[in-house]
Nanobody, 116 residues
Framework: QVQVAESGGGLVQPGAPLRLSCPVS????????MAWYRQAPGEQRELVAT???????NYGDSVKGRFTISRDNAKNTVYLQMDSLKPEDTAVYYC??????????WGQGTQVTVSS
């Protein structure tokens, strides 16, 4: 059974950093693409960042230059380093593991709140 479990969310002040982690089990981690999405109240889920099996990355326009996605294949874990956080980054952050259209898995989400 594939398990995707985000952690690391919380309440932080504007400008502070935060790092999210997402260990994955039950699937060969090195062959899956990983991504972070987020969803704010009343908004659609939006792409934050992706990292392919080979390590290439892609970011949403709103987080470019502030967020960094990385993966550790030895630990079967993907990370999202978030710097210079803004109140508009407040959302539930979801980890996604994608191998193909039949193997597409989501975590339960972790809340990130940026507020003074």
């Amino acid at each position: 059974q594939v398990q995707v479990a985000e952690s690391g969310g919380g309440l932080v002040q504007p400008g502070a950093p935060l790092r999210l982690s997402c260990p994955v089990s039950g699937i060969i981690f090195s062959i899956i693409h990983m991504a972070w999405y987020r969803q704010a109240p009343g908004e659609q889920r939006e792409l934050v960042a992706t990292i392919a099996t080979g390590g290439s990355t892609n970011y949403g326009d709103s987080v470019k230059g502030r967020f960094t996605i990385s993966r550790d294949n030895a630990k079967n874990t993907v990370y999202l380093q978030m710097d210079s956080l803004k109140p508009e980054d407040t959302a539930v952050y979801y980890c996604n593991a994608y191998a193909n259209r039949f193997q597409n898995f989501w975590g339960q989400g972790t809340q990130v709140t940026v507020s003074s």
